[in-house]
């Protein structure tokens, strides 16, 4: 489970790193992955309006939001934005990445995609403010929300702390790890104890990524799910994009890892592979099985749709099974 933190003050040891840095460290106490990402270090072109993603769904700026960004947040099963108030809202630098993920809402309300992983994903907010006003965390409030919506993420909640503005006065706060111990453990313990099934296939570009999203779709509440290959290529084959597209399941932005990688920092209960054979690594206490499926790979889109549908009906029946 991939916890993604994005750091939105351009200090690099102010107090609002100081507060997402401690929530991050006390969600990986419980056994969560993490990752931070400091947006004032990365490229992030601010949205142009070009209204290419409410037309077809993608952005055209080729940036880190493109590359690395987008991926993220769609990895990711719990994403935390963390800023100081600018003007009652959040970073200039924040706000340039909430504006791109436009693309996300485009992508759910236009398109009428569904991200695999929403019946788990959640979003939460941490912020900081100099003044003590009461209505000064409500702008905040408002745009986190909007943008937890558009990346089909269940808004889970915030720590917020008023009068904080010289260096030291979060670390100086005396409840705040207390605070963040709380919520981290509020926000991730429903997500722990889920069974893990990691989905194998050779390249991790068409059958273990349908697998594991109709997996994610339509039981993510019960199991963690991984997928990777064992000769994983570039990128996600687009045939099976628009397979799982006409299922409502959007694919995009899911980029192929080998089985190594899948599992070096999670260790799965169950493997289903279907065709990586003697390549799969073995893993000690995992059950395995293997569903013989061919491979669509350059097959006419017909095949790519019986194949699409025969894992849909294996998944129901293996989560029928399992539960």
Request: with cysteine.
């Amino acid at each position: 489970m991939l916890v993604l933190g994005f750091q939105g003050s351009p200090r690099k040891k102010g107090n609002t790193s100081f507060l997402l840095t401690h929530f991050m460290q006390a969600v990986e106490k419980l056994g969560a992955q993490t990752r931070i990402i400091d947006v004032a270090q990365k490229n992030i072109i601010p949205c142009r309006e070009y209204v290419v993603c409410e037309k077809k769904g993608y952005c055209p700026i080729d940036d880190d939001v493109k590359s690395e960004i987008y991926p993220l947040i769609r990895q990711a099963e719990v994403v935390v934005l963390a800023s100081p108030i600018f003007f009652f809202n959040m970073t200039a630098q924040l706000k340039a990445v909430v504006d791109r993920c436009q693309l996300f809402w485009a992508r759910k309300y236009k398109l009428k995609l569904n991200d695999p992983a929403k019946k788990t994903k959640r979003g939460f907010l941490l912020s900081v403010g100099a003044s003590k006003g009461k209505s000064l965390f409500d702008g905040l409030q408002l745009t986190a929300k909007y943008f937890f919506d558009a990346i089909d993420a269940r808004f889970e909640g915030s720590l917020t702390y008023r009068h904080i503005e010289g260096p030291k006065d979060m670390a100086k706060h005396p409840s705040v790890q207390a605070d963040v111990t709380k919520a981290a453990a509020a926000l991730i313990e429903p997500l722990l104890g889920r069974k893990k099934i990691l989905f194998a296939c050779r390249e991790n570009a068409f059958r273990s990524q349908m697998a594991g999203a109709f997996a994610q779709y339509l039981a993510g509440d019960k199991f963690e799910i991984i997928t990777g290959g064992s000769e994983p290529a570039d990128q996600v084959n687009p045939d099976m994009l628009k397979a799982m597209h006409e299922k409502g399941i959007d694919m995009a932005f899911r980029v192929p890892q080998s089985i190594e990688t899948a599992i070096s920092k999670t260790t799965p209960d169950l493997i289903v592979t279907m065709g990586c054979g003697e390549e799969c690594p073995f893993v000690p206490g995992a059950r395995r099985l293997d569903w013989d499926l061919p491979d669509p790979a350059g097959k006419p889109p017909g095949f790519m749709r019986q194949v699409r549908d025969e894992i849909e009906n294996r998944v129901k029946s293996l989560i029928t099974e399992l539960t």
